[in-house]
């Protein structure tokens, strides 16, 4: 059994993660006490994230119509589906019955109808995308692309054991003789040059880049990114590159061995560092009001601010 | 393709003026009951609604610059090619 349940976890040293998504490497990279509440300890603030619950419900709108129009569906009738999608998944079932309620959320940006909107009107720019969906070499379409390999970075603790990385791709499309990977972000701040320069470096862009031309084994020559900005009136897209050359690649993953390993010294420790510049940063970490209570009482105040979700990379999509 | 004249001489609708209470009926509705007619129902509104956004976001001029209509025949062209991306 692994730890907590998470199979991304040791048999043989418990607190020892051994598959890594972007999400887990990004916890780590941030503040190593926010990795163990998340990762370790399986612990999310008790308060939804509007950002992260409108995140995925977008992908997965974009991912549905990507899914039907893979298997002959016209445009129309795919952007109904990811329509229909937009509007079932943002309920909550009360019970066995018919009861019901919508997802509530007081964000004036982000919300069922801002989702619905920003789903039809980026359908709408990109019905006719000069973007092709390749063509895998099982003759699969590559859309909703899960990956996870065996890396050769070694685990400290492990003898002969290395590494997984794992996660999750929109699309791989083709454009001109030229294979990309894409996906999708949601943002509320005016698009402009910066938007992109943001992803330059990034560690899920550089994890994608990385794993495109690990896992499918095709020449990806860049990244794309559709950005939506997403106001309480209206939605507007940008699309850029992300590219990254060789030797970024390289220099990305060498960085990780040093990550990871430090994430061994640390489970072997059983101590996880908080990284108090951190605290601040995306709006103020959710698990500030726990971190800023003593260390004699922390444990007390963990239920009570928290609640148990686990994280488990190798079983959910986790990034947006 | 819808060209820029199209969009510049279309007639008032009151389905320009989409906003989330023309839909509301169909958002209180539970979602298992929504009929095919009631997505093709709120496509159409969000896609006059998003036409209605780009005629006004072209009219605004930014404070010194040439007006300019470039912008919505671009956001409107969907047959674009590789050239055509912003590359940042």
Redesign the interface.
């Given at each position: 059994m692994n730890f907590q349940g998470n199979s991304s976890f040791s048999d043989a040293t418990p607190m020892l993660q051994t598959a890594w998504d972007s999400t887990s490497i990004g916890y780590f990279k941030e503040c190593p006490r926010k990795y163990q509440y998340m990762m370790v300890l399986g612990r999310q603030p008790r308060e939804e994230s509007v950002h992260l619950t409108f995140g995925l419900h977008y992908h997965k709108a974009l991912e549905t119509y990507d899914h039907y129009r893979s298997r002959g569906m016209d445009h129309?009738e795919a952007?109904?589906e990811a329509?229909?999608y937009c509007?079932?998944a943002t309920?909550v079932r009360l019970g066995t019955g018919?009861a019901?309620r919508?997802w509530i959320s007081d964000d004036p940006n982000k919300n069922?109808?801002t989702l619905?909107?920003s789903v039809?009107?980026y359908l709408?720019?990109?019905?006719?995308?000069?973007?092709k969906t390749v063509q895998l070499a099982n003759g699969k379409p590559a859309v909703e692309l899960s990956f996870r390999y065996q890396t050769d970075i070694p685990i400290p603790t492990q003898q002969g054991e290395t590494f997984v990385l794992c996660g999750h791709l929109d699309r791989l499309v083709e454009?001109?003789g030229?294979i990309y990977f894409l996906d999708r972000k949601t943002t509320k701040h005016q698009l402009n040059?910066d938007?992109?320069?943001k992803y330059a470096p990034d560690n899920q862009m550089s994890l994608y880049d990385f794993s495109s031309t690990v896992v499918w084994q095709v020449p990806v020559k860049d990244g794309?990114l559709d950005v939506a900005q997403v106001g309480a009136?209206?939605t507007r897209f940008?699309?850029?590159?992300l590219h990254r050359t060789p030797a970024m690649r390289e220099e990305w993953y060498v960085d990780l061995s040093y990550y990871l390993s430090q994430a061994a010294f640390f489970a072997e420790k059983g101590y996880w560092p908080m990284n108090d510049k951190s605290c601040g940063n995306y709006g103020g970490c959710p698990f500030r009001p726990l971190c800023s209570k003593g260390p004699e009482v922390r444990a007390q105040w963990l239920n009570a601010l928290t609640v148990a979700k686990t994280w488990d990379p190798l079983r959910v999509r986790g990034d947006i | 393709m819808t060209d820029l004249a199209t969009i510049l001489n279309a007639p008032t609708s009151p389905l320009d003026e989409a906003r989330?209470e023309s839909?509301e009926d169909?958002?209180n509705k539970?979602?298992?009951d929504?009929t095919?007619q009631d997505?093709?129902r709120?496509?159409s509104y969000?896609?006059h609604?998003?036409e209605t956004?780009l005629r006004e976001?072209a009219a605004k001029v930014p404070r010194g610059a040439k007006k300019t209509l470039t912008p919505v025949k671009v956001?409107l062209d969907?047959?674009?090619?590789?050239n055509?991306?912003?590359?940042?």
């Open positions: 129309s952007q109904l329509v229909r509007y079932t309920v018919k019901w919508p069922r109808f619905v909107r039809v009107w709408e720019q990109f019905a006719e995308d000069a973007l454009s001109d030229d040059t938007t992109f320069a794309i009136t209206f940008r699309r850029g590159f | 989330p839909l169909l958002f539970d979602p298992l929504l095919k997505l093709e709120t496509v969000l896609r609604a998003r956004f976001d956001a969907k047959t674009v090619t590789v055509d991306l912003d590359i940042d």
